[in-house]
């Protein structure tokens, strides 16, 4: 996993996160974490900081720093300690402030790619080029997408555009992954009821305008959820999952 004490996205489903890696680990699956934030520009997420934000957040995982920011030799690392890499879930990802879509800055645009696709295409890249290699070849890639894979909330063009992307990298890497036994799919989750999708239960705006408090799903159910796609053999492959609140303003959004 690679991901971060200060992302919005990360600290929106910690919780399932904690339960996703427990479960993975009680059917013999490691799990690392790797951070590699530039703790200049992010004092939050100094290694110090790291080892708090784990243990407060009982983390059952290595939460690890790479302080080159070199996510190759992050890789190389996880390889080092287990000899081998099985399963990747690119979960890291941040939100885009809710912005008129003429407002947006060149930087806010900028950033929010960077981090939503670029992270997840650079993570696929060296966890792929391991799987491809090691003997028996193949693994499995899981990309936390989101509903706004599929349909956009009101002022979050950066988000749903990064969003978008990750779906067109999930189907190539499933394309591209085939011939080396290497499986991707991807998981979209739609209100997990953590303390950063809060405010979706207390309102939110809508496409018409209109101010509504949305139903609310277990963080338990997705953790679930990514360990069902996690455990199936390599021969099986869920390409998309849709885990939502079942009564939450999706079908017909927008």
């Given at each position: ?51 708090v ?63 939503n ?72 989750i739609?209100?997990?009821e ?10 939110v ?19 679930n ?23 939450m ?6």
């Amino acid at each position: 996993l690679f991901i971060c004490n200060h992302c919005p996205f990360v600290i929106h489903i910690n919780e399932a996160l904690v339960s996703m890696a427990n479960n993975l680990l009680k059917k013999g699956i490691g799990v690392v974490a790797i951070s590699s934030n530039d703790v200049e520009t992010y004092p939050q997420d100094s290694p110090e900081k790291m080892q708090v934000h784990a243990k407060i957040t009982n983390y059952p995982f290595p939460y690890l720093y790479d302080e080159t920011q070199s996510v190759a030799k992050a890789f190389a690392e996880v390889k080092a300690k287990f000899n081998r890499l099985d399963l990747l879930f690119n979960n890291a990802g941040i939100a885009s402030p809710g912005s008129l879509l003429e407002e947006i800055t060149p930087e806010d645009w900028q950033r929010v790619i960077n981090i939503n696709i670029g992270g997840v295409f650079f993570c696929t890249q060296q966890a792929f080029a391991i799987m491809k290699d090691q003997n028996p070849q193949g693994g499995r890639i899981i990309n936390n997408g989101s509903i706004s894979a599929q349909v956009p909330r009101p002022n979050s063009a950066p988000y749903t555009a990064s969003k978008h992307a990750v779906t067109g990298l999930t189907r190539s890497t499933s394309l591209d992954g085939r011939k080396y036994n290497i499986a991707c799919g991807q998981i979209d989750i739609g209100n997990a009821e953590t303390k950063m999708a809060s405010a979706h239960g207390a309102g939110v705006v809508q496409a018409n305008g209109d101010v509504i408090s949305e139903p609310m799903l277990n963080p338990q159910i997705v953790a679930n959820a990514v360990v069902n796609m996690a455990n199936l053999p390599l021969e099986a492959n869920v390409q998309f999952m849709t885990v939502m609140a079942t009564k939450m303003p999706y079908i017909g959004r927008g």
